[in-house]
């Protein structure tokens, strides 16, 4: 199951081609079916532009989400499938261009992320099976001269109940593009046959092979090497460079100033690197040349003591913790994280004088469409953008940057350039998890019950400036998510947000804030639980009000890691749950310390999920496992460092990932509570980071605030005891 | 021009002889299973096999390559058993590190026919995956070398 390379074959197909072509979109007021096109016969059934029946039976899905291993070119699909009585084998997926039509129905742009591709597309794709699926059986009927009740669907074919007699979808589809395109097609409401059901990845043969295209695979003709020269400090400006020296290199064709630094262009990858080299740029100093990481971090802590804006007031906290029978003070410090997609930032353009490509690894397509738009000054039907596999994503190819540079070369060029970043200027030219820095106070009644929770959160603002219009009344909302509505019930709770500006750019990071927030949380709960002298499951159950999903997962977790059992020697048991992105997850993490070497060992980690209800349970589990190792990766071992007014991290040498020999044993429990459906590819990441330092706690007896809890952290938390 | 023989193909290059055999493949001989993320042999990506070896191919000059027999996961065939638990085991996420850590573990166990799973922990840990596959990776290694995993 391939998928077409040429987009451009697929937009003269769909677009300019003949064929009934028609639309599901979904607004606010509820579903719209139309018509975009009617066309002419003898060609694939195309009931709406989400799929395409052919007469050689082969269904093709084209999928506006993009496919960044959270396996979507599989779970969209089976949800028409689902609804279409399709047989499996016969699906094909393509990535759907870059067009209004494909645009997510809710957010009013095409572009992937926030863990929503499942949330805000089934009933779209649903109402889009379902209509095909009656015009089928319609085309059958007339076919027949029977009702259409005297019709079922199955397994790709439309069966005749009278006689049994059976028409495949494919010998239908040239009939059923006569019909009419229903309004309020039925969905159906029987038990399913695929959702709920482990399927295989349908891009998985093509990432065992070799044959995936991802966006730094792509080879266009004639197109030269990109690659840009960027300033090594935030905000530094271009004070000289080479050019003659440059193009002195062999295969070295041009040297452009761009907005964003100097290009050099050439006929193969390594002149283009050479001839970077060759540039001898000098640099002006940054608009903050001594920021390094000690300076940002004392300004996170002394930020501590500004007064921030209330996200939540409820109670009366001051006068509360003023006469606590316990009161519990703890200042924690997170760090800056990187991305590291595996695949480095890159982008292939091509603009001409009446045509403009874009190749890219994107989260983003509308972003890079109004982009193109913008930089070429051509007409919307006349850009392009193919989206290829993305080898990862995690919030940074939401990001738009490598495709203006790559624009702007080939526009200033006229050639088609592939831009490559090396993993060096990967690192140093992010959009980061923004550093922060929390202060938060915490009362016990003489019953040791939590009757007070103050949190004060020192962070920079994402949505500032990638989407300005969510900061409502100065907050932005991934600051302060998790903490807001953390799911205790507590009389008093006071959350304050202190907005914080620095030189260092942020941007979405998989999970976003709750990353951040759920370790907070979810340490300094535990640490109220050890004041209380309670178990910290117990202390949290008592603390959950009328919360019957979280109970049940919190439940789930426990008895499935052993709670309340002797641990094993040495090793010690940490819990946490957060709720993010529409799903619970709840995990405990099995870990020993090694007090001379301040190393942590995370054995196993026990994980329950609830996301509502589940397509591919497979991918679910697939999302755990993957949430957890990045989770953990974070919490034990990332951190950027950043000198001279730049980011001083350069590579995988000196800011590390988790490695295999670093990873625990994973066991995944779903919980389907059947309730609304929830994100999956962001839920696993969160909990894992305060259930190791909880776990920590009771194998070491040390609270651990900073992150990464690596060797250093430990020791030095293990000295100050 | 330098000859190379890649999957059992012979080919003339026109390249400089300290390009990495990684950037040759890639966007000389247009095979872009073999992927690059690092370029300091730090992750494993750039994994081929050079006369039967796991090589990170992102620190050989091409020229020490000359006369060698070169494989890329293009070259390993779809009924190889690690291609196939591979599958089976249901591995890649994003799938971007996975020609890499495919051609680490085939090199594996054409040594080591059945390893313990320290053997192949500490095998595989030059390799790296961001999405998180590594327990499955496990798994596959397992039911490549035919001992079942948690069948």
Same mark, same amino acid.
Request: with cysteine; charged share 25%; hydrophobic share 40%.
């Given at each position: 199951?391939?998928?077409?390379?040429?987009?451009?074959?697929?937009?003269?197909?769909?677009?300019?081609?003949?064929?009934?072509?028609?639309?599901?979109?979904?607004? *606010?007021?509820?579903?719209?079916?139309?018509?975009?096109?009617?066309?002419?016969?003898?060609?694939?059934?195309?009931?709406?532009?989400?799929?395409?029946?052919?007469?050689?039976?082969?269904?093709?899905?084209?999928?506006?989400?993009?496919?960044?291993?959270?396996?979507?070119?599989?779970?969209?699909?089976?949800?028409? #499938?689902?609804?279409?009585?399709?047989?499996?084998?016969?699906?094909?997926?393509?990535? #759907?261009?870059?067009?209004?039509?494909?645009?997510?129905?809710?957010?009013?742009?095409?572009?992937?992320?926030?863990?929503?591709?499942?949330?805000?597309?089934?009933?779209?794709?649903?109402?889009?099976?379902?209509?095909?699926?009656?015009?089928?059986?319609?085309?059958?009927?007339?076919?027949?001269?029977?009702?259409?009740?005297? @019709?079922?669907?199955?397994?790709?074919?439309?069966?005749?109940?009278?006689?049994?007699?059976?028409?495949?979808?494919?010998?239908?589809?040239?009939?059923?593009?006569?019909?009419?395109?229903?309004?309020?097609?039925?969905?159906?409401?029987?038990?399913?046959?695929?959702?709920?059901?482990?399927?295989?990845?349908?891009?998985?043969?093509?990432?065992?092979?070799?044959?995936?295209?991802?966006?730094?695979?792509?080879?266009?003709?004639?197109?030269?090497?990109?690659?840009?020269?960027?300033?090594?400090?935030?905000?530094?400006?271009?004070?000289?460079?080479?050019?003659?020296? #440059?193009?002195?290199? *062999?295969?070295?064709?041009?040297?452009?100033?761009?907005?964003?630094?100097?290009?050099?262009?050439?006929?193969?990858?390594?002149?283009?690197?050479?001839?970077?080299?060759?540039?001898?740029?000098?640099?002006?100093?940054?608009?903050?040349?001594?920021?390094?990481?000690?300076?940002?971090?004392?300004?996170?802590?002394?930020?501590?003591?500004?007064?921030?804006?209330?996200?939540?007031?409820?109670?009366?906290?001051?006068?509360?913790?003023?006469?606590?029978?316990?009161?519990?003070?703890?200042?924690?410090?997170?760090?800056?994280?990187?991305?590291?997609?595996?695949?480095?930032?890159?982008?292939?353009?091509?603009?001409?004088?009446?045509? @403009?490509?874009?190749?890219?690894?994107?989260?983003?397509?509308?972003?890079?469409?109004?982009?193109?738009?913008?930089?070429?000054?051509?007409?919307?039907?006349?850009?392009?953008?193919?989206?290829?596999?993305?080898?990862?994503?995690?919030?940074?190819?939401?990001?738009?940057?490598?495709?203006?540079?790559?624009?702007?070369?080939?526009?200033?060029?006229?050639?088609?350039?592939?831009?490559?970043?090396?993993?060096?200027?990967?690192?140093?030219?992010?959009?980061?998890?923004?550093?922060?820095? @929390?202060?938060?106070?915490? #009362?016990?009644?003489?019953?040791?019950?939590?009757?007070?929770?103050?949190?004060?959160?020192?962070?920079?603002?994402?949505?500032?400036?990638?989407?300005?219009?969510?900061?409502?009344?100065?907050?932005?909302?991934?600051?302060?998510?998790?903490?807001?509505?953390?799911?205790?019930?507590?009389?008093?709770?006071?959350?304050?947000?202190?907005?914080?500006?620095?030189?260092?750019?942020?941007?979405?990071?998989?999970?976003?804030?709750?990353?951040?927030?759920?370790?907070?949380?979810?340490?300094?709960?535990?640490?109220?639980?050890?004041?209380?002298?309670?178990?910290?499951?117990?202390?949290?159950?008592?603390?959950?009000?009328?919360? *019957?999903?979280?109970?049940?997962?919190?439940?789930?977790?426990?008895?499935?890691?052993?709670?309340?059992?002797?641990?094993?020697?040495?090793?010690?048991?940490?819990?946490?749950?957060?709720?993010?992105?529409?799903?619970?997850?709840?995990?405990?993490?099995?870990?020993?310390?090694?007090?001379?070497?301040?190393?942590?060992?995370?054995?196993?980690?026990?994980?329950?999920?609830?996301?509502?209800?589940?397509?591919?349970?497979?991918?679910?589990?697939?999302?755990?496992?993957?949430?957890?190792?990045?989770?953990?990766?974070?919490?034990?071992?990332?951190?950027?460092?950043?000198?001279?007014?730049?980011?001083?991290?350069?590579?995988?040498?000196?800011?590390?990932?988790?490695?295999?020999?670093?990873?625990?044993?994973?066991?995944?429990?779903?919980?389907?509570?059947?309730?609304?459906?929830?994100?999956?590819?962001? *839920?696993?990441?969160?909990?894992?980071?305060?259930?190791?330092?909880?776990?920590?706690?009771?194998?070491?007896?040390?609270?651990?605030?900073?992150?990464?809890?690596?060797?250093?952290?430990?020791?030095?938390?293990?000295?100050?005891? | 021009?330098?000859?190379?023989?890649?999957?059992?193909?012979?080919?003339?290059?026109?390249?400089?002889?300290?390009?990495?055999?990684?950037?040759?493949?890639?966007?000389?001989?247009?095979?872009?299973?073999?992927?690059?993320?690092? +370029?300091?042999?730090?992750?494993?990506?750039?994994?081929?096999?050079?006369? +039967?070896?796991?090589?990170?191919?992102?620190?050989?000059?091409?020229?020490?390559?000359?006369?060698?027999?070169?494989?890329?996961?293009?070259?390993?065939?779809?009924?190889?058993?690690?291609?196939?638990?591979?599958?089976?085991?249901?591995?890649?996420?994003?799938?971007?590190?996975?020609?890499?850590?495919?051609?680490?573990?085939?090199?594996?166990?054409?040594?080591?026919?059945?390893?313990?799973?320290?053997?192949?922990?500490?095998?595989?840990?030059?390799?790296?995956?961001?999405?998180?596959?590594?327990?499955?990776?496990?798994?596959?290694?397992?039911?490549?070398?035919?001992?079942?995993?948690?069948?």
């Amino acid at each position: 199951m391939s998928r077409s390379i040429t987009r451009r074959e697929f937009l003269k197909k769909s677009l300019a081609g003949a064929g009934l072509t028609i639309a599901v979109s979904m607004t *606010p007021f509820g579903h719209k079916i139309f018509a975009i096109q009617e066309g002419k016969k003898d060609i694939p059934f195309k009931p709406n532009v989400w799929l395409q029946i052919s007469p050689d039976d082969v269904i093709t899905v084209y999928v506006n989400k993009s496919e960044m291993g959270q396996g979507i070119y599989t779970s969209l699909p089976m949800i028409i #499938a689902e609804e279409l009585d399709a047989d499996w084998k016969w699906i094909r997926v393509e990535s #759907a261009p870059a067009r209004d039509e494909y645009k997510d129905p809710v957010w009013g742009s095409q572009s992937t992320g926030g863990s929503t591709s499942i949330r805000h597309m089934h009933d779209t794709l649903q109402k889009a099976g379902a209509a095909a699926r009656e015009m089928l059986v319609k085309a059958a009927a007339l076919t027949w001269k029977i009702e259409e009740s005297d @019709c079922e669907t199955i397994a790709g074919k439309v069966i005749n109940k009278k006689n049994g007699k059976s028409l495949t979808y494919g010998k239908l589809s040239q009939k059923a593009a006569q019909i009419k395109v229903p309004q309020e097609p039925k969905v159906k409401t029987g038990r399913p046959k695929l959702k709920g059901t482990s399927m295989a990845r349908v891009d998985i043969p093509a990432k065992v092979n070799g044959s995936a295209v991802f966006g730094l695979d792509v080879q266009v003709k004639g197109m030269l090497y990109g690659t840009v020269e960027r300033p090594p400090a935030f905000g530094a400006k271009v004070i000289s460079y080479d050019e003659k020296a #440059a193009l002195k290199i *062999p295969g070295v064709r041009y040297v452009v100033p761009i907005t964003r630094g100097i290009a050099v262009c050439s006929d193969t990858v390594d002149a283009a690197w050479k001839g970077k080299g060759a540039l001898k740029t000098a640099w002006g100093k940054g608009v903050q040349p001594d920021m390094n990481t000690m300076t940002l971090e004392a300004e996170f802590l002394s930020y501590l003591d500004k007064k921030g804006l209330i996200a939540r007031n409820d109670g009366d906290v001051i006068s509360t913790l003023k006469k606590a029978a316990k009161k519990v003070e703890a200042v924690y410090l997170l760090p800056y994280l990187s991305h590291v997609n595996m695949e480095s930032m890159n982008c292939t353009a091509s603009v001409g004088k009446d045509a @403009c490509d874009v190749w890219v690894s994107t989260q983003n397509q509308t972003g890079v469409f109004e982009l193109a738009k913008k930089i070429t000054g051509l007409k919307p039907e006349q850009i392009n953008v193919h989206t290829t596999y993305l080898g990862t994503g995690f919030g940074r190819r939401a990001e738009t940057d490598v495709v203006e540079e790559a624009l702007e070369i080939s526009k200033a060029t006229g050639k088609p350039v592939k831009v490559i970043w090396t993993r060096e200027e990967d690192m140093k030219n992010d959009f980061y998890r923004p550093g922060n820095s @929390c202060r938060i106070e915490g #009362a016990l009644d003489d019953k040791g019950n939590l009757i007070a929770w103050s949190h004060k959160v020192v962070v920079p603002s994402i949505f500032a400036r990638a989407m300005p219009g969510a900061v409502k009344n100065g907050i932005d909302p991934a600051a302060v998510e998790g903490i807001e509505n953390m799911p205790y019930q507590i009389r008093n709770i006071k959350v304050e947000y202190v907005r914080i500006d620095t030189p260092v750019p942020v941007g979405f990071w998989r999970s976003v804030g709750s990353t951040h927030n759920a370790f907070t949380v979810e340490s300094f709960i535990d640490e109220m639980a050890n004041a209380a002298g309670r178990d910290p499951l117990e202390f949290r159950l008592s603390l959950l009000g009328n919360n *019957p999903r979280l109970r049940l997962l919190l439940e789930t977790v426990s008895e499935k890691a052993g709670w309340g059992k002797p641990p094993k020697t040495g090793q010690a048991l940490g819990i946490a749950q957060h709720f993010c992105f529409g799903s619970y997850v709840a995990q405990v993490a099995e870990v020993s310390v090694d007090k001379q070497t301040g190393r942590i060992k995370v054995h196993r980690v026990v994980c329950a999920v609830d996301c509502g209800s589940v397509i591919n349970p497979d991918t679910v589990r697939a999302q755990m496992e993957g949430g957890i190792i990045m989770g953990l990766s974070a919490a034990l071992k990332e951190k950027v460092e950043f000198a001279d007014g730049g980011v001083r991290s350069s590579n995988l040498h000196n800011y590390e990932v988790l490695r295999m020999h670093e990873a625990p044993e994973i066991e995944v429990h779903m919980v389907v509570s059947n309730d609304k459906l929830g994100g999956i590819g962001e *839920p696993g990441v969160p909990p894992v980071a305060p259930a190791v330092a909880n776990a920590v706690f009771k194998a070491a007896g040390v609270r651990l605030r900073h992150l990464p809890m690596n060797p250093e952290t430990v020791l030095s938390a293990l000295r100050k005891g | 021009m330098i000859k190379l023989t890649v999957n059992e193909k012979e080919y003339k290059v026109d390249v400089l002889p300290d390009v990495p055999l990684l950037w040759v493949i890639r966007e000389y001989l247009k095979l872009t299973g073999t992927k690059y993320v690092c +370029g300091m042999g730090l992750c494993g990506s750039c994994t081929v096999h050079i006369d +039967g070896k796991a090589v990170r191919s992102c620190q050989m000059p091409v020229n020490e390559a000359i006369g060698k027999k070169i494989t890329t996961i293009e070259g390993i065939p779809d009924d190889h058993p690690v291609k196939k638990a591979w599958i089976k085991e249901q591995v890649p996420q994003c799938g971007y590190c996975q020609p890499g850590q495919i051609m680490e573990a085939a090199a594996f166990l054409a040594e080591k026919k059945n390893p313990t799973d320290e053997e192949i922990i500490n095998h595989m840990s030059g390799n790296l995956c961001r999405c998180g596959t590594y327990p499955r990776i496990k798994l596959a290694i397992r039911t490549a070398a035919k001992k079942g995993g948690k069948q």
